[in-house]
């Protein structure tokens, strides 16, 4: 919610779409794939997870939060 208002005071006029960004990143193949089956089963897209994550790591100011 915190993102989307500042997205929404940096981008008044701009919709989510025109908002979004692509990531690129290199993971090991078996990785992918066992963690997307995970996310499947959950019912989370992988960019959905991804969103997830970032929105954590901007909540917590870190990546503390892993080490528990």
Not at 4 to 33: G, M, Q, W
Request: glycine share 4%.
């Amino acid at each position: 919610e915190y993102i989307e208002s500042v997205y929404a005071d940096v981008f008044p006029a701009r919709n989510l779409a025109e908002r979004c960004a692509v990531i690129h990143a290199r993971v090991n193949r078996v990785l992918k794939e066992e963690a997307e089956l995970v996310l499947y089963k959950s019912g989370i897209s992988p960019s959905e997870a991804i969103d997830r994550f970032y929105r954590k790591v901007i909540e917590e100011g870190g990546l503390e939060f892993l080490e528990k």
